[in-house]
Each structure stands twice: as structure tokens, then as C-alpha cells.
């Protein structure tokens, strides 16, 4: 196997940000894809309340979802949310450029990179990595089953170190309202088969990520100190093999 490489802005700034941007079409295509599935959550802290005898600090919780992401997403890009569902958007992982991204209901048509973001006065991007090894790909222990017969299949089980940054940055502000990352286990499941010519005729691919983060730096509607927890899943089939992980 080879390897290459609640509302979390405030509605009034993610109206800002889409007047700034054009709408977002067709702006690639993949041929290689996973469905992704995202279910984070976010812990952060409310203002302390002073009562006659104490200051009492407490936690709100926030959920990161698809519903989530891709509105967010459409904000950034300026596209019509109405209009992305009824296209059938989804999050996808592009394993032709290695990022998250937004695609229509084909799955092959990309809307927006996730990855890339957007860049200038508004930086904003998110970033999902299945296989960082703080920068660079890598992987840990692993299983596999490879048939010496055609035709046959080849089986991989392994671990590898994810990680996950949800960032958006307007440069005409002090800080960043929005940096949520997390480092966290995540365990693939490969299968490639072939046909008694040998040659490639479908791949699966399962990855199932849990990233963490607890740290000032964590940073959730302009407040720092806060907590990112939960998993994010994708699985994916194709024609041929995978020409990123095999």
C-alpha cells in the first residue's frame, strides 16, 4: 500500500463573508472519492457569572455536523444553501487532490475545496488528514491478507495518526473567531480485488478518524480554551484501484 501525502460564526459575519466572494459552481471533478461523515463536538467556555460569593465558570457544548460544515461552506463561497441541497451536496473526501471537499450528488462534481478554502483578507479552510504523522504521511501497525491467485483480493487493517483543523480568519478582526484542530487515532480498512487476468476491478476503502484537542489555541467563536471531540467516518468504492492508497 502507498500513501502520498449550533452556528460556529455569527450570522452576521458569515453574511459579510458571502458578500465579499462569488457563488461557487463546478469547480473540478474527482474520480476517486469517499463519503464523509462528521460528528464533532465543541466545548467551550460561557462567560463566568459573579454571584455575592463566588465566580462560577461553566461549559456550553456546540455540534460540528454536515449540516454544519456545509452551510458554513456555503457562506464562504457565497453559494445558496437552499440551492447546494437541492443539488444534492454532500462532503466528500477527494482522494485525487487529498482534501475535503463539497460535491454535488454524483459525488464527482466538486463545488468547493474544502482543503484549499478561500484565501486574502478571509483565510478559512478545512483541513481532514488521515494519515499525519505532524506533516508528513505515515502509518503504524497493519495487517493484510494478499491472495496469490487470480483472481483474488488484497486485504489491509491498519492505524495511522489523523488530524483535523477547522480554521476562518478575517484579517480586519484582532484574532481568529474560528480554530478548532484535533490529533486523534484512525483505523482503515482496504480491500482491492482483481480478476483472473490480474488486473484491478474494484477497491473499498473505510476510514474512521477520532480526533482531540484541548488547548488555549483552540479557539470557538472568538473564545479560546476550548475542547474538540468526536469521530469523523468515510467509505468509498471504485472502479480499478485507488491510485492514492494502492
Known sequence: MKLHKSTLITVTVMLALAQRVQASEIVGTTT???KVNVALTV????????????VVNSTGKAKLTNKT?????????GSNTNDWRTNGAQLIFDWDTYQLAVADHTG????????DGITGEVQAFCTVDWFNN???PDWGAFTENSALVNPGTDIWNLSSQGFFELLFDDASGPDPSLDVWGYGPNKEHYIQNWDMNGAYT???DTESFAPFGAAKSEIFNGKDHSTLTGNITS????PGRNNYLY
Open 32 to 34: 476517486q472519492f469517499n
Open 43 to 54: 466545548e467551550t467556555n460561557k462567560p463566568a457569572v459573579e454571584t455575592s460569593s463566588a
Open 69 to 77: 460544515l456545509l452551510d458554513m461552506f456555503a457562506a464562504w463561497t
Open 108 to 115: 464527482t462534481n466538486i463545488l468547493f475545496y474544502a482543503g
Open 134 to 136: 505532524f506533516g508528513s
Open 202 to 204: 474494484k477497491w473499498t
Open 235 to 238: 467509505t468509498g468504492t471504485g
